[in-house]
């Protein structure tokens, strides 16, 4: 038997991301690379060891292996403990016989057995596709205060993006008057983050009822959180003021990266009092040649620019050769930019190579049609031809011929 743990985090890490294309193709949304040294998943993790949680279950299913591979013992986060630590969670471990987890709350019902072994008082539920930083221990202190069975942290977003979240009407002492999810004409801005805090016991109940009927989604947004509130729970909404990003779309992860480099934008990743830890690739020191130009950019170990960067993202052992151009862009580990190429206003995936001449992307400004225009982005490994030209707005998932 397990130690007894105050506060359990459930990590939901098995989504695939379909939004994210071809970026998602063989790898989970949570493992996609981030801000030139980091994967999403980074994030939740590293929030919870800050926070003084060391228990975490990592719900994986689709494409888990580059996930599972990275989390590893989970040593970068200091989760390698013999009590707690992190747990990866395949629907391979489960209640009886084996099948795929068929929602969020059919995910932690799963994993029931593995909650248990810690008794604890608290259940924290997470994602692992949203960029932030949050002391998830005020939350459970807010919890407490409020004798909540339930509490949802929240976010005010802009109306125009309101549709795409669980949305709360609340009162003024915090508790929540109504929940909707995902409504096509909003009646709020109030946010939830997919961050929820439960009473473990009341939980347990409302997991189990939820799995009992067969009508029900087995989500948390669309069926768990409705009963609870139905039944008269008491439920609150946690304010959180910070940066937070859900990078479950093209734009919005492009978006993120290019954040980084963005002094308005309260993203410090090398805040010692806030740490975001991550396993750290295997490189030699970057180097810049003599006339290269970077400017407003964040170059890693292994890099080798030798032409013009700017306001872009470089991972780790990513070669920019003389003459080649980078502008507003994210470029993954391991891609090589030939001679003469442009790459710019796109996503360029792990380990591709952009050949002479080929252009990638355009900027908004030089399209005729600006409905036209999108990040253009550039699959896993992939080879882009000599002199090819990659629209805006296009996935590009094969290789392309060069042209002359």
Known sequence: MAKKTECVAMLLAGGQGSRLGILTKNIAKPAVPYG???????FPLSNCVNSGIYTVGVLTQYQPLVLNDYIGN??????DRANGGVHVLSPYQQIKGTEWYKGTANAIYQNINFIEQYDPE?????SGDHIYKMDYSKMIDFHKEKNADCTIAMLEVSWEEASRFGLMIVNDDGSIAEFEEK??????????????????KKLREYLIADEADENSGNDFGHNVIPAMHEAGERMFAYQFDGYWKDVGTIDSLWDANLDLLNPKVDLDLDDDSWKIYSKPPVATPHYVGKNAKIESSMLNEGDEVYGSV????????VTVEEG??????IVMPGTTIKKG???QYAIVAENAVIEEGAVVGKSPEDMEDITEWGVAVVGNSVTIGKNAVVA??????ENVGGAE
Do not use: E
């Not at 989970?74 to 989760?79: S, T």
């Not at 409504?183 to 473990?200: D, E, L, T």
């Not at 700017?310 to 052992?317: H, K, W």
């Not at 805006?392 to 998932?397: C, G, L, N, R, S």
């Open 36 to 42: 030139g040294k980091y994967r999403i998943i980074d």
């Open 74 to 79: 989970g040593q970068p986060w200091d989760l």
């Open 122 to 126: 608290y259940v924290l539920i997470l």
């Open 183 to 200: 409504p096509k004409n909003p009646r709020s801005n109030k946010a939830s983050m997919g961050v929820y805090v439960f009473n473990w």
């Open 310 to 317: 700017d306001f872009s993202v470089l991972f780790a052992n």
């Open 324 to 329: 080649a151009n980078v502008k507003y862009s």
């Open 341 to 343: 190429a442009t790459v």
């Open 392 to 397: 805006p707005k296009t996935m590009i998932d």
